[in-house]
T-cell receptor, first 114, second 112 residues
Framework: EPEVTQTPSHQVTQMGQEVILRCVPI?????FYWYRQILGQKVEFLVS????????KSEIFDDQFSVERPDGSNFTLKIRSTKLEDSAMYFC????????????FGAGSRLTVL | KQEVTQIPAALSVPEGENLVLNCSFT??????LQWFRQDPGKGLTSLLL?????REQTSGRLNASLDKSSGRSTLYIAASQPGDSATYLC???????????FGQGTRLTINP
């Protein structure tokens, strides 16, 4: 069964450093998303991406964050100047079309900021 | 703005019992709702997607219902097994937007 692949599974970084989380969505999917889950809290939406541009973003997704689809397969989330409160599990997800289909999530990347 | 609530936060039942997990949402214009399973420290596994045109959706021992008028969805698990122990999350779209709004989840424990 097709799956969304995320790397790394766990990253530890020092406060103030930049991190890049990588995702390979399902190959024929057109809509891509990043969500995050702080330990013990709800899964929350960060950003959606379609046709090589951001289609929607939450108030969390400020200038510290950026997304990119550098080639035909990868979808990345960059977090600049990480803060302690950025520690969370970051999930990538993809969908075949706009909303009627299942949203498929990756296994997540756990980010720990020290 | 869509808000999704799941009650109870935790549920513990003996193996073999049938059980129902509840999910409520505020935007009745919801066009679908998705149920997920999350094991500790792991990702989200999609269980069922139920469209607004459907009343129920079934997969194996799982059955999800959607009642837009009351703003509720239920996930029914038949003949529960210890392997069903996990956190179950429901999520619906936010006012026609693509993004999903998640409930806080119900942590289910099935006791052998």
């Amino acid at each position: 069964e097709p799956e969304v692949t995320q790397t790394p599974s766990h990253q530890v970084t020092q406060m103030g450093q930049e991190v890049i989380l990588r995702c390979v969505p399902i190959s024929n999917h057109l809509y891509f998303y990043w969500y995050r889950q702080i330990l013990g809290q709800k899964v929350e939406f960060l950003v959606s991406f379609y046709n090589n541009e951001i289609s929607e973003k939450s108030e969390i997704f400020d200038d510290q964050f950026s997304v990119e689809r550098p080639d035909g397969s990868n979808f990345t989330l960059k977090i600049r100047s990480t803060k302690l409160e950025d520690s969370a599990m970051y999930f990538c997800a993809s969908r075949a079309d706009s909303g009627a289909n299942v949203l498929t999530f990756g296994a997540g990347s756990r980010l720990t900021v020290l | 703005k869509q808000e999704v609530t799941q009650i109870p936060a935790a549920l513990s039942v003996p193996e073999g019992e049938n059980l129902v997990l509840n999910c409520s949402f505020t935007d009745s214009a919801i066009y679908n709702l998705q149920w997920f399973r999350q094991d500790p420290g792991k990702g989200l596994t999609s269980l069922l997607l139920i469209q607004s045109s459907q009343r129920e959706q079934t997969s194996g021992r799982l059955n999800a219902s959607l009642d837009k008028s009351s703003g509720r969805s239920t996930l029914y698990i038949a003949a529960s097994q210890p392997g069903d122990s996990a956190t179950y999350l429901c999520a619906g779209p936010d006012q026609g937007a693509q993004k999903l709004v998640f409930g806080q989840g119900t942590r289910l424990t099935i006791n052998p």
